[in-house]
């Protein structure tokens, strides 16, 4: 099969996002599926195999967001009716959603769509100055809107899900999260990274990786992170990543006097320097109460570190086993205890460190991209079906 994604956001912009759509591609190149990507151009990507660049403008409240330019991607249609494209995949609500739909209307195909963003809580964190009862309603029939335009919506896990059905969604919604690719579980050098940032060799290490984004819940973090050091002194907290929320953190930083031991170290090379900051941590800790699946922590738990985390959400499909994991309740002094606990006690963290481990080999990208192909293909056959019953048509011009 022939599957054109299209997306506001791909590296080098590091997401999540852009995570999972790598992940699938890769998955389904490997079993013989072809995968154009639609996605902004930035100013550093380097270039890939059937990734479309678009010319596109940075946003006034986050530059890291991208808006593509619209008439570009509709001028590539004569180019994809002669590519065969079999399905659309939007991955972004933007405007790779709309002209997604578009597309995929042109081309007769069917459009399917990955719910990779929480709206409730991404708006009260960029507008809150509104009222919450309003964003909830803004953000509930926003989505209700853009999944009836698809014929299927990916949910990444079960809470949401259960969520889209709660605001009235009808369409087919299919739990498909995304999986780990073998490269997420090869150890990277962790002492190596300690000597180039200095961090010394025994110092307790905690890290956070991610969008440095309000939406996130780092505040609650660094506030936490005041009783870990009055009970560690030498311990270190990591946040790895880079975004609109990093002023507002090194401001708060410095309030809680804990300028020292917080390292903001930006965004990090996911093939060599990623991996050797995965292990040079001794925990991973994590409160967004915003994500659809939480990938970041099975490529924590891939790298073997233990994970201490709050589950709301997507988090909570992956930490209701369990495995590999601490999960305590959004309270900084219940959060500072367990990670206390876990960074003082050997045994309990190797033991977790190898649960980790043996949870993430369950999450296969390999299976999980399987699964999608299986969507395509039915929508695909599905779409088939219809036009021979209908007769003989050409897609819709324009």
């Given amino acids: 099969m022939h599957i054109l994604m299209i997306s506001d956001v791909y590296f080098p912009r590091i997401n999540g996002v852009s995570t999972s759509i790598q992940t699938f591609r890769q998955e389904l190149l490997r079993a013989g599926h072809r995968v154009t990507l639609i996605a902004p151009r930035y100013a550093d990507e380097t270039e890939e195999t059937d990734v479309i660049r678009i010319p596109s403008r940075g946003l006034f409240f986050d530059r890291e967001d991208r808006m593509m330019r619209a008439g570009v991607i509709r001028r590539l249609l004569p180019a994809l009716r002669e590519a065969e494209i079999d399905c659309v995949h939007i991955q972004t609500p933007f405007v790779a959603h709309y002209l997604g739909v578009w597309l995929a209307r042109r081309l007769g195909v069917p459009v399917v769509e990955t719910y990779h963003t929480y709206f409730e809580e991404y708006l009260y964190n960029y507008i809150g100055w509104l009222p919450r009862s309003l964003l909830r309603a803004v953000a509930r029939r926003f989505s209700r809107t853009q999944c009836s335009q698809v014929q299927r919506v990916i949910s990444p896990s079960r809470p949401m899900r259960d969520a889209l059905r709660a605001y009235g969604i009808r369409q087919p919604i299919e739990v498909l999260p995304t999986g780990l690719g073998e490269d997420r579980f090869r150890p990277g ?185 299986n969507v395509y293909e039915e929508l695909a056959d599905a779409a088939t079906e219809e036009q021979q019953a209908s007769g003989p048509h050409a897609a819709e011009e324009g």
């Avoid at 110092?203 to 609650?220: I, Q, S, T, W, Y």
């Avoid at 709301?312 to 495995?323: A, C, E, H, K």
């Fill in 189 to 373: 050098d962790g002492r190596g990274f300690r000597a180039r940032h200095n961090i010394p060799e025994h110092a307790p290490v905690c890290l956070n990786v991610g969008r440095v984004a309000h939406e996130k819940n780092l505040d609650f973090l660094l506030q936490m992170f005041v009783a870990v050091r009055e009970r560690l002194p030498d311990a270190i907290l990591i946040i790895a990543g880079e975004g609109p929320a990093a002023p507002h953190l090194h401001r708060l930083a410095r309030t809680l006097g804990i300028t020292d031991s917080v390292r903001f170290i930006g965004y990090l090379d996911r093939h060599q320097e990623l991996p050797a900051c995965y292990a040079a941590a001794d925990a991973f800790v994590f409160a967004s109460r915003t994500e659809t699946q939480g990938l970041v922590l099975l490529e924590a738990m891939a790298m073997g570190l233990p994970v201490v985390s709050t589950a709301f959400m997507g988090t909570r499909d992956i930490l209701s086993p369990r495995q590999g994991a601490l999960v305590p309740e959004e309270d900084t002094t219940t959060f500072a205890e367990q990670l206390v606990w876990l960074l003082s006690d050997r045994g309990l963290h190797d033991r977790l460190a190898r649960e980790a481990r043996e949870y993430a080999r369950e999450w296969s990208a390999a299976a999980m991209a399987s699964r999608m192909a």
